[in-house]
């Protein structure tokens, strides 16, 4: 009995293992070729940057987007990284940017992500959950799959620990721990979990690419 226990055990814990998948998100150039050396290397998932924080769409990364859907990778996101200066115009207007310039490229992705750090975020922390809200009701309006990536040393000082408005939506959480895991995870902003956890950053991931790594379960 205490070894079919101890096989079970070791068992379970392979399988959990197995249910994990790697992604990774990263910038620059990307071939359809460096994908596939990608996916044989055990990525199966791929966010690439679709606008840039001084305010204009990422082209480079909508073309990886391309790419690795070119490459038969069908888990494919994008993220935003807000343009926050006054001459920027208003979330809805930089996720509509976005969601036209995919649109004209012929580029699909599976959520748009909202990239929420602590980067030159106005000090009002109410004008900050209208901007995040504005940008999450316009993505909503496109019929986008929306998401927040964040963590909470950002959340907080942005919005405001105490605001739970956007718990309801994915949550992809950065923290350098180096664990493919959740253990270090600890409630904030009305999430309990997070769907995935960036826990590497600029790190040779492989078939030359820089990058940051992701797992998710």
Known sequence: MRLFVIASVVLLSALNVQAGQMGFDAIGDISTSTFQCLKNAGYSYFIGRVYHSYGAVDTQGIQNIKNAKAAGW????????????SNCGS?????????????QQGAQINTLWLDIETYHWPSSQTSNQAFIQDMVNKAKSLNMD???YTSSP?????????????SKLKLWWPRYDGHQDFRDFQAFGGWSS???????????????????????N
Do not use: K
């Not at 979330?91 to 649109?103: F, I, K, N």
């Open 74 to 85: 069908s888990d494919v996101g994008g993220y935003l990284f807000p343009c926050l200066a």
């Open 194 to 216: 997070a769907l995935i956890h960036q826990y590497s950053g600029s790190v040779n991931g492989g078939c030359g690419v820089n990058m940051d790594q992701n797992y998710r």
């Open 91 to 103: 979330g809805a207007s930089q996720v509509q940017a976005v969601h036209d310039a995919l649109q």
């Open 146 to 148: 929306v998401g927040i």
């Open 154 to 166: 950002s959340w907080g000082p942005i919005v405001g620990s105490g605001y739970t408005a956007q």
